[in-house]
């Protein structure tokens, strides 16, 4: 006979079961990364979107797993090399509909919806949503080395990428608004790509914090402080710089630059000195007192590392660095209030000289003479030389380890070539065939100027939506057309002095010359530019049409990198026809089938995992459905 409280105790088990089906039921809808085949991973969005990737090296390949909070479309793609915007990137984009995965191979010329890769080289491994839990997980794969001019390269060291996703758990590829950023991973290594440390024994350090800069509830702010270095004790040998970013406010920290500065009366020095204040790049302004930048950090970047033989010198001397201005760049499109940074700089130094001092050599315009831009124009561009003539100069070669090119708003592309002897190509030393101003950094470079080569820099602006001329300037409104080298052994002149400036003056007397050394009055009669480079530098190859799928290889050299990057994209709004259209090139979850190491298809695991979780759901709802 049963007890009076047996319907109870039914009653319990009745509820535990119905709460134990619940549970497995959500548990088996519920999705994840399987972190034993994809055993690396960076979170790119808090709470937002989480990249997961694995490496075989030795079959050319690279499987991504995207993770994201959203039921709409997801993208990813590799950003155009040296600048990490969203034009010149190699993008997929993947949506779940229906159950259904798929993925599309798309490149960007502009800020504007991706275009559709004849040539479809990113390939679905697996594709699911949690509609509940409202994530995505889309799993591709594609090789490291690229295939056709709409491709990039994927090589070890830091390569910058740029993401986003529907802004309104649409798959319909549209405008992300902030669903969307850039920065740079390290997705494998080789010996060339490891950063080298330093292995002075006798180092010391000392951080710099702008300390409490109050950055205002506006979209763009830029914002200065200045600092003494340490120089009393004799000079001293820079060999590091790290960045210090508030993870208060890391994501309104946009970029920011460490210039070279000097204390002269009425300069930045004096002028930032006590607090962070408003301000304009000092870049190109003699009465700033400095003179170049020392580092640059963008989204995603890292620490400056001076080669082992070289450094820059810290000294009272007229050529040392004494002190140093930190030029911030700060994004808040949302203009919230009361946000305070302290964001700052960690530099390393050695009283142990090195063997060699190092220098910063700027070509193009350092002095911003040359003529008005004209409006209207897709693609006007400038030429300037640093010529043989002045190379011929120098007491010894150089090698160049860094290399900055510098433009503002209306810049397009921008890129410098080195002639042996100034006659034979060398090919470009730096280029950036899709400049971006909000993603400005310095890239690593090895290349050897010899006495005599003749370096050629050229500008390309897209002054379109101008309708007045654009000078040469300071301001951010105005345009500059500047390479910056970072190279050792450090060159003097004849009068011992830094060797700053190779590069165009328009000399009000005798017109545009060339000027090579310390100041605007070392003048060399040779005509700007002194042999202009063959015509065509204007084409951009990333993007070009016509090649065989599997033809032709873009080799991405300048992507490895010493800094980086949040603006960039991978869709904007107004999306054209062209996506819609072409999705018979997608490619789908029950085309294709990419096996996966251990696995005879790319999704075969996982299901597995997803049946287990099935089959235990299921037991606890019939349990449930006999006791109730």
């Given amino acids: 006979m049963m007890s009076s409280s047996s319907p109870q105790r039914i009653s319990l088990l009745c509820i535990i079961t119905t709460l134990l089906a619940s549970f497995a039921a959500f548990a088996a809808n519920a999705i994840s990364v399987d972190s ?41 793609g590799i950003a155009e090399p040296t600048s990490g915007s969203m034009p010149g990137a190699d993008v997929v984009i993947g949506s779940v509909r229906s159950s259904q ?32 839990g409202g994530v995505t ?22 390569v910058r990428i740029i993401y986003s996703f529907s802004a309104s758990n649409s798959d319909t590829l549209g405008y992300h608004r902030s669903n969307r950023g850039f920065t740079a991973v390290r997705f494998y290594e080789n010996t060339k790509s490891l950063p080298v440390q330093y292995t002075d024994m006798d180092v010391s350090t000392a951080e710099y914090h702008v300390n409490d800069a109050r950055i205002p509830a506006q979209a763009t702010t830029y914002m200065c402080r200045s600092f003494a270095l340490p120089v009393s004790s004799g000079p001293s040998h820079i060999i590091q710089i790290d960045p210090l970013v508030d993870p208060v406010t890391k994501p309104y920290v946009h970029h920011f630059f460490i210039h070279s500065c000097k204390n002269i009366s009425g300069g930045y020095v004096q002028q930032y000195y006590s607090n962070p204040a408003v301000c304009s790049t000092p870049v190109g302004r003699p009465s700033s007192g400095c003179t170049s930048e020392l580092y640059a950090w963008a989204m995603g970047g890292g620490s400056l590392i001076v080669p082992q033989e070289a450094g820059y010198r810290m000294s009272n001397a007229t050529d040392g660095i004494s ?8 994004s808040n499109p949302n203009r919230l209030p009361n946000l ?7 530099i390393h130094w050695t009283p142990n000289l090195r063997q060699y001092d190092a220098g910063v050599l700027q070509l193009g315009d350092p002095f911003l003479t040359l003529d008005d831009i004209p409006a209207g124009k897709p693609d006007f561009q400038y030429e300037t030389t640093c010529p043989s003539q002045c190379t011929r100069q120098w007491s010894h070669d150089i090698i160049v380890f860094q290399d900055f090119l510098h433009m503002h708003e209306l810049g397009d592309m921008i890129w410098t070539t080195q002639w042996s002897n100034g006659t034979t190509s060398l090919g470009p030393i730096n280029r950036i065939e899709y400049y971006a101003f909000a993603q400005q950094q310095i890239s690593a470079v090895t290349k050897v100027i010899k006495r005599g080569d003749r370096l050629n820099t050229h500008c390309a602006w897209n002054t379109m939506s101008k309708s007045t001329p654009t000078p040469m300037g300071i301001e951010t409104t105005d345009e500059m057309c500047i390479d ?16 700053s400036y190779c ?17 605007a009055t070392d003048v060399v009669l040779v005509p700007q530019p002194s042999v202009p480079d063959p015509t065509g530098g204007l084409v ?51 085309a294709v089938g990419v096996p996966r190491e251990g696995t005879t298809s790319g999704s075969s695991s996982i299901h597995r995992h997803h049946h287990a979780k099935m089959i235990v759901a299921l037991f606890f709802i019939i349990g449930a459905m006999i006791l109730c």
């Fill in 101 to 132: 995965a798929t993925v599309q191979d798309m490149y960007t010329t502009e800020f504007a919806t991706p275009l559709m890769d004849e040539c479809q080289d990113w390939h679905l491994v697996d594709g699911r949503e949690d509609s509940t």
């Fill in 540 to 590: 951009k190859q990333f993007g070009l049409s016509g090649d065989a799928c599997g033809g032709t290889v873009i080799i991405d050299d300048s992507t490895s990198t010493s800094a980086s990057p949040t603006t960039a994209t991978t869709s904007v709004a107004n999306p054209d026809t062209s996506s819609a259209a072409a999705v018979s090139a997608t490619t789908t979850a029950s």
């Fill in 323 to 330: 002190h140093i201005v930190i030029e911030l760049h700060y």
């Fill in 340 to 346: 305070v940074d302290n964001s700052g700089v960690r």
């Fill in 503 to 519: 590069g165009n003056l328009n000399h009000p007397a005798v017109g545009s010359v060339s000027m090579c050394g310390a100041s």
């Fill in 137 to 158: 997980i889309i799993e591709v794969t594609r090789k490291l080395h690229a295939n056709d001019t709409r491709d990039r390269d994927i090589p070890p060291g830091l």
């Fill in 484 to 499: 910056f080298l970072f190279y050792y052994p450090a060159l003097r002149t004849s009068s011992n002095k830094a060797y």
């Fill in 36 to 76: 034993a085949l994809y055993p690396h991973k960076v979170v790119l969005m808090e709470n937002f979107y989480t990249l997961h990737w694995r490496v075989d090296v030795p079959n050319d390949d690279i499987f991504f797993a995207l993770e994201v909070n959203t039921t709409g479309f997801v993208g990813f």
